[in-house]
């Protein structure tokens, strides 16, 4: 995941620190589960993003 590879974190980190669990988080990574708006508002506030860039993450990875 481009976030967490940069960044050193692990699945778990990020599950811990989202309050998402690693399945979910692990399934997401590896393409089995769409971003939906919780995921995208934990993932956003964790990185310091906005929920719509995941969500267009998302968009993009469908269209590709």
């Not at 998402?20 to 995208?40: C, M, P, Q, R, W």
């Amino acid at each position: 995941m481009l976030f967490l590879r940069p960044s050193g974190t692990s699945c778990a980190d990020l599950a811990r620190a989202t309050g998402l669990s690693e399945k979910l988080l692990t399934a997401f990574i590896d393409g089995d589960v769409h971003v939906n708006e919780y995921l995208a508002f934990r993932l956003a506030d964790h990185f310091g993003t906005t929920a719509a860039y995941w969500i267009g993450l998302q968009r993009r990875w469908e269209h590709r």
